[in-house]
């Protein structure tokens, strides 16, 4: 069964600082897609990026990243310039490619931004 | 384009008792899913519809069941609720199943007292 491990429950940055939240997964496909989600008080959950798995260039949207290293089925999400809107419960998500939508979730990790 | 839309946003309930709730997708999506969250379990998938089918079914009891109508709206009833069915419950679409971009609504927050 696939399963997704995100180990830090809480995390802090100073604003306009990196902050990178680690994620790995255990998983015997070979096709699948990694995803982080966003989720503000608002309990939306908004998709922040995602990864295919076949593809060996790490995805980038503005100031999110990722760090993927299929190999050691470890999939980092880091953010640059940290800004107050980013505090949010971040979670690391994967999903088997053409089968089903089914999203496996990890526990999540809630960031915090200091001013 | 409006979005996933899932009613109630808020409800509370009685042990014992039953509950439907309501999933409206993005108009033009045909596969809904169906995700309960709480602080102790996380993200825990229910199941799937697509084109009015339950493709795939998560880990929970019989207690828990669902349905699509032929416009994709969907809809999951919970029988007999029990303390522990208080949760976040998350409804997400997608244009087909399979694909990669699922859009989630903002959730209907159950409690059971």
């Known amino acids: 069964a696939q399963t997704v491990t995100q180990s830090q429950p809480e995390m802090s940055v100073q604003e306009a600082e990196t902050v990178t939240l680690s994620c790995t997964y255990d998983?015997?496909?070979?096709?699948?897609?990694l995803f982080w989600y966003k989720q503000p008080p608002s309990r939306q959950m908004i998709l922040v990026i995602r990864?295919?798995?076949?593809?060996?260039q790490n995805a980038t949207e503005n100031r999110f990243s990722v760090n993927f290293q299929k190999a050691a089925k470890s999939f980092s999400l880091k953010i640059s310039d940290s800004q107050l809107g980013d505090a949010a419960m971040y979670f690391c998500a994967y999903r088997a490619m053409n089968r089903d939508d089914k999203i496996i979730f990890g526990k999540g990790t809630r960031l915090h931004i200091l001013p | 384009k409006a979005g996933v839309t899932q009613t109630p946003r808020y409800l509370i309930k009685t042990r014992g008792q039953q509950v439907t709730l309501s999933c409206s997708p993005i108009s033009g999506h045909r596969s809904v899913s169906w995700y309960q969250q709480t602080p102790g379990q996380g993200l825990q998938f229910l199941f799937e519809y697509f084109s009015e089918t339950q493709r795939n079914k998560g880990n929970f009891p019989g207690r828990f069941s669902g349905r699509q109508f032929s416009n994709s709206r969907s809809e999951m009833n919970v029988s007999t609720l029990e303390l522990g069915d208080s949760a976040l419950y998350l409804c997400?679409?997608?244009?087909?199943?399979?694909?990669?971009?699922?859009?989630f609504g903002q959730g209907t927050r159950l409690t059971v007292v």
């Open positions: 990864q295919e798995a076949y593809k060996q």
């Open positions: 997400a679409s997608s244009l087909a199943a399979g694909l990669i971009e699922a859009f």
């Open positions: 998983t015997s496909e070979s096709d699948y897609y």
